[in-house]
């Protein structure tokens, strides 16, 4: 599925190049995607969106949280940062959605009740 490899050539992804260049906050990304790219990981987020009408993102979110690659890049961190590390991973939830035949609705979803992290997040269709 998606790559770090994608997320580098993707028109948006290319964006982030001070998350991708970031000794804390590379790791953390592909530690994201590599969730993402399960096969537990991809039927949780589209179980959350199909069944749960919730954002995919709260299928992998709490596994992604507690990769310690995600704990090491959030940690002594500004917000502002990690912010753009948060904003990185809604891109990657895109890649791998995409790759599974959903688009974006181009509305967002709360999930701040399922992670201790993000707040919002892309809603997706087929």
């Known amino acids: 599925m998606a790559t770090i490899q994608d997320f580098e050539q993707d028109n948006q992804g290319k964006r982030y190049r001070d998350v991708l260049d970031h000794p804390f906050f590379r790791p953390a990304l592909v530690a994201a995607l590599a969730e993402m790219d399960t096969n537990e990981g991809q039927a949780a987020m589209i179980e959350a969106e199909r069944i749960h009408k919730r954002p995919a993102l709260v299928g992998v979110v709490n596994r992604i949280e507690g990769r310690p690659e995600f704990v090491s890049a959030c940690a002594r961190r500004r917000r502002s940062d ?45």
């Open 82 to 126: 990690i912010s753009r590390l948060k904003q990185a991973i809604g891109v990657a939830c895109r890649l791998t959605m995409a790759e599974l035949g959903w688009h974006t609705t181009g509305t967002k979803g709360v999930i701040r009740r399922f992670s201790k992290s993000f707040a919002v997040a892309e809603r997706y269709t087929t």
